[in-house]
């Protein structure tokens, strides 16, 4: 049903871009410093396909790649998280000008993710504890809701933008993304 859902919006939202639109939109790339959890820290490189809707809102499908490690249990294992997401947002634009657009969006992801997590396991032997830091790897599909603030400035008598995102994702858990992006009018 969920899968339906999600077909049918984005049958609707082509349907609503061809029929209220004159311009074909935006491809847009960034890379950015990416947050899961203290100590767990990296890049994710995203890009996006942006198309007009109506007035002042845009649709958008794009995709993320994360790769995220670190150390913030036990330096003995490096955990990491790194996944791949299908994205499905809708922006609005409270402000634009000439020159500068300022978007707010609403989406939902579909993560595919590989995960390595250490966990501490405390053995007592004859009264003497030891602690070690066996680690688990897993891989799995997980889906959220994505929140996302973006800065774009259009470079004057050019094709080109250049801006800056800032989004709340799901790659395994709820993940923070900061980074500029790159844009081209098409």
């Known amino acids: 049903m ?8 984005a049958i609707c939202v082509g349907r609503l ?9 935006i491809i847009k790339a960034g890379l950015g410093y990416t947050h899961d959890f203290p100590g767990l820290n990296g ?9 007009p809707l109506i007035q002042n809102f845009e ?10 490690a670190g150390y913030p249990r036990t330096t003995q294992v490096q955990e990491y998280t790194k996944a791949n997401t299908i994205d499905f947002n809708i922006y609005w634009l409270p402000y634009q000008t ?6 707010i969006g609403l989406g939902y992801s579909f993560s595919f993710y590989n995960i390595k997590r250490a966990y501490p396991l405390i053995v ?11 680690s688990q790897q897993s891989t799995g599909r997980t889906r959220g809701v994505n929140l996302i603030a973006e800065y774009e400035f259009k470079i004057p008598n050019t094709a080109i933008s250049v801006g800056l995102r800032g ?20």
């Open 17 to 25: 871009q061809a029929q209220f639109t004159e311009n074909n939109g």
């Open 167 to 186: 989004a709340l994702y799901k790659a395994y858990t709820r993940t923070y993304f900061l980074g500029p992006m790159l844009g081209v009018q098409l």
């Open 98 to 103: 000439e020159a500068t657009l300022f978007r």
């Open 59 to 68: 649709g958008a499908i794009g995709g993320k790649h994360a790769d995220i």
């Open 2 to 9: 969920k899968r339906f859902i999600v077909l049918l919006l």
């Open 124 to 134: 007592d032997k004859d009264g003497s504890k030891t602690t070690t830091w066996p």
């Open 43 to 51: 890049y994710t490189a995203a890009f996006e396909y942006a198309f």
